[in-house]
């Protein structure tokens, strides 16, 4: 893969293509998790006297339409705070310029070429600068101007130091011999995480399962789920997965009535009744001992619905006891990545990925556009 520290930008102008799509409320940003991220690529062009201008999405508005609540103003406004600097924020492509060391382009999805992989935009974006820049792995598994086209149509494109710093962590996950291994997938589907499954039991001694998932798995085992969420289509591949006797269950399980009840009871796994849901899942003992043992662990995704405090039990145990273990930890997704941020310290997990959809992907061993637009192999 080509790499910032092999390019020259020495007193280069650089358009530098980064994820700044963090969660905002009344103007200001919540988490600027994604924004801090990328200071060490900013500070290494700092260094060699080059002018940026970045390039984000943020959320999903309606192409050709500049709507207000998706500008980027409230991220340009943090960014001068974090790196003490003015970052102009620049609407329309033809107006920038590189009067400053930091500007930002507004809301690259305003432009109604960029999730259609425009060639004209495309082309207008690696002529930006004499560098093309791509430092947003959570948008690496999307085919868009800015995250494929600009880097294939640039003389000069290169990955940013946190890309390389998350394929280097996800190779270390997926490539390391280390063992034990185990993994933990979380979600409510089966077949959106079924590659994913399949990928890491490869990898993995054992893949700890959560949410609707598990409750698939439970229904394949013969347990009843009540009114539990699960995919009546996924059940005989569940059972084609419990067969490799990898795949690790709960012993006991939170249910109650709904989701939005004030009530709940923790029961064994063929406990539940026909009128319970299941909704959260307790940490085993033998899971327990699997997290204490392991050599590696890499986590996507919580086992319950966390966010309400009578399901959050399960997530937070596994979140405290990741955290305290002495294995190599990787994390990666949204939902996760709020968990650890809940329940435990960031700075206790290896890894904390910035990825989402790109973050599976990647564990599916998919090749992820922009990655090999860098020339990227696995």
């Not at 974090?82 to 920038?96: A, E, H, P, S, W």
């Not at 992989?117 to 082309?123: A, E, I, K, V």
């Amino acid at each position: 893969m080509r790499k910032l520290g092999d390019t020259d930008v020495f007193n280069k102008t650089v358009a530098l293509r980064v994820d700044l799509n963090v969660p905002v409320k009344d103007g200001k940003v919540l988490d600027d998790t994604r924004i801090v991220a990328i200071t060490p690529t900013l500070q290494y062009l700092q260094k060699q006297k080059s002018k940026v201008v970045l390039i984000s999405h943020f959320g999903r508005p309606e192409p050709g339409i500049f709507d207000q609540k998706f500008s980027l103003l409230p991220v340009a406004k943090r960014l001068e705070e974090i790196f003490n600097t003015r970052v102009q924020l620049f609407q329309y492509l033809k107006d920038i310029n590189f009067d400053d060391h930091i500007s930002l382009i507004e809301n690259i999805r305003f432009l109604p070429g960029e999730v259609h992989n425009d060639p004209d935009l495309s082309s207008q974006l690696s002529d930006l600068a004499d560098v093309y820049i791509f430092d947003a792995f959570g948008t690496s598994h999307r085919s868009h101007a800015s995250t494929f086209g600009a880097i294939n149509s640039s003389d000069t494109s290169c990955a940013g130091l946190l890309l390389e710093e998350e394929t280097n962590a996800l190779i270390k996950a997926m490539g390391s011999k280390e063992t034990p291994t185990l993994s933990i997938v979380g979600g409510s589907k089966v077949s959106s995480k079924l590659d994913v499954i399949k990928s890491l039991l490869h990898v993995s001694n054992e893949v700890l399962t959560g949410g609707g998932i598990t409750n698939t798995f439970l229904k394949a085992s013969g347990n009843n789920v009540g009114t539990s969420l699960y995919e009546d289509s996924m059940i005989e591949h569940a059972k084609d997965l419990l067969a490799t006797k990898k795949i690790l269950l709960p012993e006991e399980v939170v249910v109650s009535k709904s989701i939005e009840s004030s009530e709940s009871r923790i029961c064994t796994v063929d406990g539940v009744q026909d009128h319970e849901m299941i909704l959260d899942q307790i940490l085993s003992p033998k899971a327990r001992e699997k997290i204490a043992k392991a050599k590696k662990i890499i986590w996507n995704g919580p086992v319950g619905v966390f966010e309400k405090k009578l399901f959050s039990q399960g997530t937070q145990e596994l979140a405290e006891a990741i955290a305290s273990s002495n294995a190599y930890s990787l994390a990666g997704g949204g939902e996760t990545l709020l968990a650890i941020k809940m329940f435990t310290d960031k700075s206790n997990i290896s890894y904390c990925s910035t990825g989402g959809g790109a973050f599976l992907e990647f564990m599916e061993g998919k090749a992820l556009p922009s990655l090999s637009a860098l020339g990227f192999k696995f």
